[in-house]
């Protein structure tokens, strides 16, 4: 029995998950930009919406609000167990965004993200059927459990807001965000290291860790629950993305940044440094950053404060290096380029 014959007898399955219409603002209809006061008074809100579920640090939360803010991507490389996928729940919840949740594994195909074309007998016609890809914020979980071909498969996704079915195109919903998790590599089998083209997709990689004792005996007596209601919208989300947009950086700060980046790559510890796609997030996380506390102007402590997780998991060290030498290589380049 043909594909088109079986789901013609369950209409369910030729219902889309989700629809292509643009979530929001409607077609010409632009969203004005906030202030540095207004996104830094709507980040409070998110903040206070994202601690209700769950217990976070303080500089993690710090950089997934600046990715979220920087229409960024955000990698949670940890271990299971932490609270990885409650983040990515919760900062759907908190702008009342629609949630999809991706669990990767090795039979995961590009099509089971994405979408497929599916022939409808009743039209005597193909029909694209959106995949959980269409939503504000994807959740892709335990991403280098999936194989190269089903990875690579975010990649125009990810950077162009847009997917490409049997050469047919499909603008994503906006805002959107991809989080994925992925475990530890190593004592770990059957997982497929990213790229460094798929790392350099993503604006900011952060590990959770461990909640301290005092939040570990918090969690056991009282598990935090989701957000019951939006402390944030969408069309709030997209005025504060776009005053973002609108914080200046001088041209001494954007030689900073250069700076950064070029002693990434001249470090003896690092075969590839840091891309320029890379120095465009870091300046973007900046933004976010100094809008988050208020300010109209980009400073040096902004790129101080999100360049280890901007930039640690696009270097590519050398063989004999350690496993954290990317996080050792962009320590050392802040600490010898003069911000000033």
Do not use: C
């Not at 759907?92 to 993200?113: E, K």
């Amino acid at each position: 029995m043909g594909i088109g014959a079986s789901a013609e007898r369950d209409p369910e399955r030729l219902r889309p998950a989700v629809a292509l219409e643009a979530a929001v603002p409607p077609p010409g209809e632009d969203v004005a930009p906030l202030t540095p006061d207004g996104v830094a008074q709507f980040g409070d809100r998110l903040r206070h919406g994202i601690r209700q579920g769950m217990l976070i640090r303080d500089d993690v939360l710090d950089v997934a609000l600046a990715t979220l803010l920087a229409r960024g991507h955000l990698l949670l490389e940890d271990r299971p167990g932490v609270g990885k996928t409650q983040l990515a729940r919760s900062i759907a919840g908190t702008v009342a965004g629609r949630f999809s949740r991706v669990q990767a594994t090795v039979d995961l195909l590009p099509t089971d993200i994405l979408g497929a074309t599916i022939w409808h007998a009743s039209s005597a016609a193909f029909h694209f059927h959106p995949g959980p890809i269409f939503a504000n914020v994807v959740l892709v979980d335990e991403l280098n459990r999936a194989t190269p071909k089903t990875q690579s498969g975010l990649l125009e996704a990810m950077q162009e807001r847009q997917v490409t079915v049997d050469g047919q195109s499909h603008p994503l919903e906006r805002p959107f965000m991809v989080i994925a998790t992925q475990n530890p590599t190593e004592g770990y089998d059957g997982t497929y290291p990213l790229p460094p083209a798929q790392l350099d997709r993503f604006l900011a990689r952060v590990s959770l860790g461990y909640p301290t004792a005092e939040q570990e005996a918090a969690l056991l007596r009282q598990d935090p629950e989701p957000p019951t209601s939006p402390t944030g919208s969408l069309r709030g989300l997209l005025a504060a993305q776009a005053g973002v947009e609108r914080i200046d950086a001088s041209d001494l700060l954007l030689r900073y940044v250069v700076a950064v980046l070029r002693g990434t790559r001249e470090h003896p510890l690092a075969e590839a440094g840091a891309s320029p796609r890379s120095g465009l997030q870091l300046l973007g996380a900046a933004r976010a950053r100094a809008a988050l506390h208020g300010r109209d102007f980009v400073l040096p402590d902004d790129v101080q404060a999100l360049a280890p997780a901007v930039l640690a998991h696009r270097v590519q060290a050398v063989a004999a290096a350690p496993p954290e030498a990317g996080l050792e290589v962009v320590a050392d380049v802040l600490r010898q380029v003069p911000a000033r």
